[in-house]
């Protein structure tokens, strides 16, 4: 993208269009420019807005009065912030560790290696990206009570590496499909074991692949409603199952101040990876998202 | 080189996750789809359930609601992306913060487009309120019920504001690739804007919009969380139905929810086979 912003612009050299034709059509591209902006960021102005308005009825378009009344309530232990909070981290975080060590070497195998059922593989794990979970879950649920991993933080754990797993496995496939394994070898050759070469020759390499793999994981399982809901049977409570609560029940106010904490990590992503993102394959990880 | 053996060894614990809770669940649910259920002392499959739901008025009525939905929420999304991406292309000042502004949504979870879709188009959220200013109505119930509205427009709506900026951001990447080049020469050799658009760049993008609108229809069509929070009561999307089913108390419905899981899984990978089949047949022919 760096590069397409100091192109020259084709529009500018083609000549032959009359002045009013060039005019019209910078008004409307301007137009579209605005739509998209407003567009956009339009749904965060509510979001902010109630998040501190004590009094807002229609058709005042701005809050009457101003209060804190939300976010106090959510600093005391009856909106069970606290819980759900920790209940998202502890089942994000391991999520996101499990799939970043299965993903690692699944990801070196099927972006540096050729074999035979290598295209057999990579659909396999596209499918659960297409395709929707809930036959799937439904469908698992019955040997999860069974094994009494229902209504458990490791069951959720579980169902959710399901779709965080083919992701992870997809960015880093890409990472290790620009990777020169060559490093390792002369690492070895001046007598480095595996270990070893992993951690001060591979690991550094492919870093900021696997960060992003890993905040790509992170937030697949951090907005994940229906798995937990299904799975977590009610007993483990995440952010979006609060949400969804008090998204349903009215008190606006309240819903959107745990809709902007809900929205922490997504923030963090957006910081962290715009200098990665655009022009990067890693983009398709956001479809279900 | 590596072994094929030793390949297969870095990819087991993917493969792991992937057949036995991916390939499982499917399984499972298939199994109890037919009514197979040893729990509770059900062992001969039968298509008890598969007939009990087709014979509903109501499977039918959401199916319809969840393929207007679906097409709806994909047609509007990819043309608006199309837009989004041919004049985020061009060079203007402030290009590269509009594109930060554009992606901004990229990671931000459907459920809270859904809270700011209620806030913003319920009858007395931020746009009717900008209504009255206008003066186009005068009360909250002269404006148009556009969230839990029976034909799903506030689920459309949410979709459109987070897949527009997915597809979009795909295109960019794909526009990006392409380059200039070939314009450049179909202008040489004295094709108009509307030429180069129709007959270059178009059918260069044509993969990349085919790709990412079977991604967006099949997650549209399967979703759950954004049609149970901004969907009307009656009629519900089949992922929902699938959804009330399973948690209903009597255990007969939990093998129609199995059943209607399935439908939906079925009618996504029939949708999506035949979609790339024809992509294909369309990328082939020129």
């Known amino acids: 993208m760096r590069a397409a912003a100091t192109e020259v612009p084709a529009r500018a050299r083609r000549g032959g269009e009359a002045d009013s034709g060039v005019r019209l059509g910078r008004v409307i591209r301007w137009a579209i420019i605005a739509g998209m902006v407003v567009g956009v960021l339009l749904p965060f102005v509510p979001l902010l807005l109630w998040s501190v308005s004590f009094s807002w009825r229609f058709p005042s378009l701005f809050p009457v009065e101003f209060s804190l009344r939300a976010w106090r309530y959510l600093g005391t232990p009856a909106s069970k912030l606290g819980e759900a909070l920790l209940g998202s981290l502890v089942v994000a975080l391991t999520v996101t560790i499990i799939s970043v060590i299965i993903g690692i070497p699944a990801g070196r195998a099927l972006g540096l290696y050729r074999f035979k059922g290598k295209t057999a593989m990579e659909f396999l794990i596209l499918a659960p990206v297409i395709m929707p979970g809930i036959a799937v879950i439904m469908g698992i649920h019955v040997l999860f009570i069974r094994y009494g991993l229902s209504d458990t933080p490791l069951g959720v754990i579980l169902v959710h590496l399901i779709p965080t797993t083919p992701y992870v496995v997809t960015v880093l496939a890409g990472v290790f499909a620009n990777y020169d394994p060559d490093y390792e070898d002369q690492a070895r050759v001046l007598g480095a074991n595996s270990l070893r070469t992993f951690v001060r020759v591979t690991l550094?390499?492919?870093?900021?692949?696997?960060?992003?793999?890993?905040?790509?994981?992170?937030?697949?399982?951090?907005?994940?409603?229906?798995?937990?809901?299904i799975i977590g049977g009610g007993r483990v409570i995440t952010l979006p199952l609060l949400l969804f609560g008090f998204a349903r029940s009215g008190d606006k106010a309240i819903a959107a101040a745990l809709a902007l904490v809900f929205l922490g990590p997504?923030?963090?992503?957006?910081?962290?990876?715009?200098?990665?993102?655009?022009?990067?394959?890693?983009?398709?990880?956001?479809?279900?998202? | 080189m590596e072994g094929q053996g030793r390949i297969w060894i870095m990819l087991a614990p993917v493969l792991v996750v992937i057949v036995c809770l991916y390939l499982g669940g499917l399984f499972l649910g298939l199994l109890q789809s037919l009514s197979y259920m040893p729990m509770i002392g059900q062992t001969v499959p039968n298509l008890q359930a598969y007939r009990a739901i087709f014979g509903h008025v109501e499977f039918w009525r959401s199916l319809a609601l969840t393929l207007e939905v679906a097409f709806g929420a994909t047609l509007i999304s990819t043309l608006l992306a199309v837009v989004c991406a041919l004049t985020l292309r061009g060079s203007f000042r402030g290009r590269r913060f509009v594109i930060f502004v554009f992606q901004l949504n990229l990671p931000i979870p459907h459920l809270v487009g859904g809270v700011a879709i209620i806030m913003l188009f319920t009858q007395s959220g931020l746009v009717a309120r900008m209504a009255r200013i206008l003066g186009l109505i005068d009360t909250p119930s002269d404006f148009p019920a556009l969230v839990f509205d029976p034909r799903g427009i506030g689920i459309m709506l949410e979709y459109?504001?987070?897949?527009?900026?997915?597809?979009?951001?795909?295109?960019?990447?794909?526009?990006?690739?392409?380059?200039?080049?070939?314009?450049?020469?179909?202008?040489s050799l004295g094709a108009n804007p509307r030429?180069?658009?129709?007959?270059?760049?178009?059918?260069?993008?044509?993969?990349?919009?085919?790709?990412?609108?079977?991604?967006?229809?099949?997650?549209?069509?399967?979703?759950?969380?954004?049609?149970?929070?901004?969907?009307?009561?009656?009629?519900?999307?089949?992922?929902?139905?699938?959804?009330?089913?399973?948690?209903?108390?009597?255990?007969?419905?939990?093998?129609?929810?199995?059943?209607?899981s399935v439908v939906i899984t079925a009618i996504i990978t029939l949708l999506t086979y035949v979609y790339m089949r024809l992509s294909r047949t369309y990328l082939r022919s020129r």
Do not use: C
């Open chain 1, 266 to 289: 997504a923030i963090l992503m957006i910081i962290l990876t715009t200098r990665y993102l655009t022009g990067s394959s890693a983009i398709g990880a956001f479809g279900r998202l």
């Open chain 2, 160 to 187: 459109v504001w987070k897949e527009t900026v997915f597809i979009g951001v795909i295109l960019l990447a794909v526009l990006h690739s392409i380059g200039t080049d070939y314009e450049e020469l179909a202008a």
């Open chain 1, 204 to 229: 550094p390499m492919i870093f900021p692949g696997v960060a992003v793999a890993g905040l790509f994981g992170f937030l697949i399982s951090w907005n994940q409603y229906v798995l937990t809901l």
């Open chain 2, 195 to 260: 030429q180069q658009f129709r007959y270059v760049l178009l059918p260069l993008m044509m993969p990349g919009i085919l790709s990412a609108s079977i991604i967006v229809f099949a997650f549209s069509f399967g979703a759950f969380e954004i049609p149970l929070l901004l969907g009307a009561t009656y009629p519900v999307t089949l992922p929902v139905v699938a959804y009330r089913a399973y948690t209903d108390a009597d255990l007969s419905s939990r093998s129609q929810a199995m059943a209607m």
